[in-house]
């Protein structure tokens, strides 16, 4: 090997280090303002929730729709419980590329049953898996929320998160949270987010 070659090759493993490090910061950074604006935006949520924040972002509408006349269905009986006090729609997790839809979007005539349906169905035929597997990304959220001491309920729900997380299970809001909030949502893709207006966007 050349000389020149075998000075460069410390310097650029030295340059991926350095890279690979910021990265991780910016992650430790992000993660841990997405658990304060949750926090801040809903101080019921428990460590349940956060989990089921951050999964949502990772796999998305989780699943593909094959029976679209049940999922009408479901979502036509919903709208009846949908809550006119929620934002139409948040962005989740880290990057925002997904979105809860709240369901009073649709009973405030910002967007029709139909487009959002449309929207679940491509959002979750779209959808592909990160390459950072499910239970590693929850450890590192775990260790933000550690290491940053964010107070939060439920951490004696860890196990049993942690258990789920190792298997990549979903779960449900806790209880605090759906007594306080009442939520009825669907996740879609942001680029999907079927409003009309941009001034209808409650979520700021």
Not at 102 to 125: P, Q, R, W
Request: aromatic letters at 8%; a negative charge; hydrophobic letters at 40%.
């Amino acid at each position: 090997m050349p000389t020149q070659m075998k000075k460069i090759i410390p310097i650029l493993l030295l340059l991926i280090a350095a890279f690979t490090v910021k990265c991780q910061r910016n992650d430790t950074a992000k993660i841990h303002q997405a658990v304060v604006n949750q926090l801040n935006t809903y101080p019921e949520s428990t460590l349940q929730d956060i989990y089921k924040y951050f999964y949502q972002e990772h796999f998305g509408p989780e699943h593909l729709i094959s029976d679209t006349t049940a999922a009408r269905i479901y979502l036509m009986q919903e709208l009846a419980l949908a809550d006119s006090n929620s934002a139409y729609y948040e962005p989740i997790g880290i990057n925002g590329d997904y979105v809860r839809v709240h369901l009073n979007a649709v009973t405030d005539g910002i967007i029709t049953a139909d487009e959002l349906l449309n929207a679940l169905i491509t959002s979750a035929n779209e959808h592909r898996i990160p390459s950072t597997d499910w239970e590693s990304k929850w450890k590192t959220i775990v260790s933000v929320i550690q290491a940053e001491n964010i107070e939060i309920e439920g951490l004696e729900d860890k196990p049993l998160l942690d258990e789920a997380a190792r298997h990549g299970q979903a779960v449900h809001h806790s209880r605090a949270y759906n007594e306080a909030y009442h939520p009825h949502y669907r996740i879609v893709s942001r680029s999907l987010i079927p409003c009309r207006n941009a001034a209808s966007h409650q979520a700021e």
